[in-house]
């Protein structure tokens, strides 16, 4: 082989191994970032993690104050009536007039169950806030799904108010069977 020949060959050898060295370190980067990707994931979650951990006796106390203080439901019917009777006696006491009410379909989810109105009450808009005031206390697990106010056309000082209140209850728990009866 001449010596032009071996240079040239030589010279083929350092630039593929240049180009060898140019595609493992391009592949080398990659997984270096996508170590340091799951790594910044993975700190993100332990943060999240110990701030959950130190939140879990706050969120155990509500957890608590729900299940003794949110109404238990034994029927359905009775639990609308119930509403709809508290919702009129309160808006008759802060001297509004209801024009219209609507009983809705009860809404069972996983963690409640749901009754609601839908009542047109007329009165003074200082009275219909003070009476939605009285209503939405969070013990009472009340709540407006929907509020439209219009001023009323035969007296201006008066506003016409359409609004679904909703009431939750606990939801529908199924009794396992105690170990007394699951053995007999």
Request: charged content about 20%.
């Amino acid at each position: 082989m001449k010596a032009s020949e071996l240079r040239l060959i030589m010279i083929l050898g350092v630039l593929t191994a240049l180009c060898m060295g140019v595609v493992l370190s391009q592949y080398l980067l990659r997984q270096q970032r996508a170590i340091e990707r799951r790594q910044q994931t993975l700190e993100l979650q332990q943060m999240e993690g110990r701030a959950m951990l130190t939140e879990a006796e706050m969120w155990k106390q509500r957890l608590d104050w729900l299940q003794s203080a949110q109404p238990a439901m034994t029927s359905e019917n009775l639990a609308s009536e119930e509403l709809l009777e508290m919702l009129l006696k309160s808006a008759t006491a802060q001297g509004l007039t209801v024009q219209k009410q609507q009983l809705h379909e009860p809404v069972t989810a996983a963690y409640y169950r749901e009754v609601g109105v839908t009542l047109t009450v007329r009165g003074p808009m200082a009275s219909v806030f003070r009476w939605m005031h009285g209503l939405l206390a969070p013990a009472a697990f009340r709540v407006v799904s929907y509020l439209k106010m219009t001023p009323d056309a035969a007296n201006p000082a008066d506003v016409v108010t359409m609004i679904h209140i909703s009431q939750l209850h606990a939801p529908a728990v199924a009794q396992e069977p105690s170990p007394e009866a699951a053995g007999s």
